[in-house]
């Protein structure tokens, strides 16, 4: 079974409107991570946003923001106010394990929704 | 600060050859981490470093992959007998601990063999 499910291959938006860029995971660990990153043409990973599953919060920077649904598994992406400069693939990835936990930490990845934002 | 940095940033090599892939990691970061981006596969979980031990070798493809860190900084990622399915880019990361904190990665190294 897939650990992380990004079911958007691609995503359209007019700039100044807001995104929501879906994300689904599957753990049974009670500890663990979650984060989304952007990579642009240029094949940086840029870490966006972290939401622990612990988080009463959902986590939010700047215009990112994670909405995050413990009981749906579900870890969206909402970009508020897109940018021509959002035009770009976005992976959400998993951490599992806690302090002592046995997964030291690496990430999982879904496949991936690339981003168009439109003038 | 300086970011991770990654070296070559491409290489294109020939079947058979043997290439090394450099990480230099963040300042201070105990653990690093070596991912693979392809067409095919997405992103993928080679191996982990923490210090100088591997103690997570789990994502290796097969033996022809290797990997070392010396002096708890550099790494280097080895592929003996490049194979055509070995083409993709090499990512490598780096974070102050595993449990906590983002990975923040590096350029990547694009290998392409022909």
């Known amino acids: 079974a897939q650990k992380i499910t990004q079911t958007q291959p691609g995503m359209f938006v007019q700039e100044k409107e807001a995104v929501t860029l879906d994300c689904t995971y599957d753990t049974s660990d009670p500890s663990y991570g979650l984060f989304w990153y952007k990579q642009p043409s240029s094949g940086e990973m840029i870490f966006l946003i972290y939401?622990?599953?612990?988080?009463?919060q959902n986590a939010t920077e700047g215009r990112y923001s994670l909405n995050f649904q413990k009981a749906r598994k579900s870890a969206n992406l909402v970009i508020s106010a897109s940018q021509l400069g959002d035009s770009a693939m976005y992976f959400c990835a998993m951490r599992e394990g806690g302090a002592g936990g046995t997964s030291y930490g690496k990430l999982t990845f879904g496949q991936g929704t690339i981003l168009t934002v439109h003038p | 600060g300086a970011g991770v940095s990654q070296s070559p940033s491409n290489k294109v090599t020939e079947k058979g050859k043997d290439v090394e892939l450099r990480c230099d990691p963040i300042s201070g970061h105990t653990a690093l981490y070596w991912y693979r981006q392809s067409l095919g596969q997405g992103l993928e979980f080679l191996i982990y470093f923490q210090g100088n031990s591997a103690p997570d070798k789990s994502g290796l493809p097969s033996d022809r992959f290797s990997a070392e860190r010396t002096g708890g900084s550099v790494s280097t990622l080895t592929i003996q007998r490049t194979q055509q399915e070995d083409s993709a880019v090499y990512l490598c990361?780096?974070?102050?601990?595993?449990?906590?904190?983002?990975?923040?990665f590096g350029p990547g190294t694009r290998l392409t063999v022909t």
């Open positions: 939401q622990g599953s612990y988080d009463q």
């Open positions: 990361a780096s974070s102050y601990g595993t449990t906590v904190g983002e990975q923040y």
